[in-house]
């Protein structure tokens, strides 16, 4: 077990003056049929963390391929800081990539396979030599460098290609599911100083993950991909708490969802006849589609004590399970079945049947388009 860890380190960044910016616009690409990325228009700016979230299949790494340079696009154009970089080969884009299954040389050790981007970028031996065991040292791996890549475990492997990635100074960085081979905490731990590391170095990251906690953990902001197209993006806590259809909601973590009608709305709230509950008044980004509900996160749905305060719907408790940290109430409300979570240090005893009220603060609560 390696107590080291990644930092920006005393190696100052050489006297390059890209900034760092990617922009895809309109880009597609077809393979055959399938319409992988579909007219794509997404910005990096310079310095700032921007995560593709989605599912399997959603044209995540055809995306991360095409900014790098390994696939050709069917229609579109990729700009870097500025200049369009359609036909230019992968190592003239000044990207570093981690890609999940862009794996070390076996035969290479650590030192060599960091000094090889350096290699194919015709920079003398001696330099070479130094700037590949600086950036050793800067992802914690200073005394490894002899190693080959069998030697080491999965994390200190990812450390490896993260030097590969950073050791020429590139403009910004890819990182394609960098973690996903390995376990949990370590995976956390990486994702903190991946964090830190980008953050002080001042580089831009394009990151690709399915894994929403992750990308609410590290980015500044998330892009949600769905076949191939954006869906939505903007800062976490903004797509978390305001989706704009059910799929958003229902990808980025649990939510409660009402069906509705609308009876009137400005755009930033709306009101609304929820099935079985009545009105209410709520969140809206003025996303229009055929049918509507109200999301609700589970661990903003809380029980009100007082019954007369508004917002409070009559509820029946079916279940009340203790998941360590939190308690998830099961409840039955209006003919819909509702999930309220609440800090175990919160909860009071709830008993099957028992009749509660529930209610929410009017800003949690989302109107939604249906549609999945
Ligand atoms: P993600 O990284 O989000 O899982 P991908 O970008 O790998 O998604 O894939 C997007 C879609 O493109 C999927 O439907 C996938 O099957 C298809 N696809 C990806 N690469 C190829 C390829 N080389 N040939 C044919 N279809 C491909
Ligand atoms: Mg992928």
Not at 62 to 87: C, N, Q, R, Y
Not at 137 to 157: N, W, Y
Not at 349 to 354: A, F, N, S
Request: hydrophobic share 40%; charged share 25%; with cysteine.
């Amino acid at each position: 077990m390696t107590t080291s860890t990644i930092s920006a380190g005393s190696i100052p960044r050489s006297g390059n003056l890209a900034q760092g910016a990617i922009e895809l616009r309109q880009v597609s690409k077809s393979y055959g049929d399938v319409t992988a990325v579909d007219q794509l228009d997404l910005t990096v700016e310079p310095g700032e963390f921007v995560t593709l979230l989605g599912p399997s299949g959603s044209g995540k790494t055809t995306t991360m391929m095409m900014v790098a340079g390994f696939e050709d696009h069917t229609a579109g154009s990729v700009l870097i800081d500025g200049k369009p970089v359609d036909t230019l080969p992968p190592r003239d884009r000044n990207l570093g990539v981690v890609f999940q299954n862009y794996a070390l040389f076996p035969h290479m050790s650590a030192l060599e396979n960091v000094e090889f981007a350096l290699r194919m970028r015709k920079v003398p031996k001696a330099e070479r030599r130094q700037r590949a065991a600086d950036a050793l040292e800067r992802v914690g791996l200073g005394r490894m460098g002899d190693r080959k890549p069998r030697q080491l475990s999965g994390g200190q492997q990812q450390r490896v290609a993260l030097a590969r990635a950073l050791v020429f100074n590139p403009a910004a960085l890819l990182l394609d599911e960098p973690m996903a081979a390995l376990d949990k905490r370590l995976r956390e731990q990486m994702q903190e100083e991946i964090k830190t590391l980008q953050k002080s170095l001042g580089i831009s990251v394009l990151f690709v993950t399915h894994d929403q906690d992750e990308a609410m953990a590290m980015s500044d902001r998330i892009v949600v991909m769905r076949d191939g197209k954006i869906v939505q993006s903007g800062p976490p806590e903004d797509v978390y708490n305001h989706p704009l259809t059910d799929w958003v909601a229902s990808f980025l973590g649990d939510t409660n969802l009402i069906p509705c009608t609308i009876i009137e709305r400005d755009g930033e709230q709306a009101v609304v006849d929820m099935e079985g509950l009545g009105r209410a008044r709520v969140r809206d980004r003025g996303a229009t589609g055929e049918s509507y509900a109200v999301s609700i996160r589970p661990e903003h749905l809380k029980f009100s004590t007082e019954p007369a305060a508004g917002n409070g719907y009559p509820a029946t408790v079916v279940s009340s399970t203790n998941l360590g940290a939190t308690v998830r109430h099961r409840l039955r409300a209006g003919g819909h079945d509702l999930q309220l979570r609440e800090l175990s240090s919160d909860g009071a005893g709830r008993l099957p049947e028992e009749e509660v009220r529930v209610g929410w603060d009017a800003d949690r609560a989302q109107l939604l388009v249906l549609e999945s």
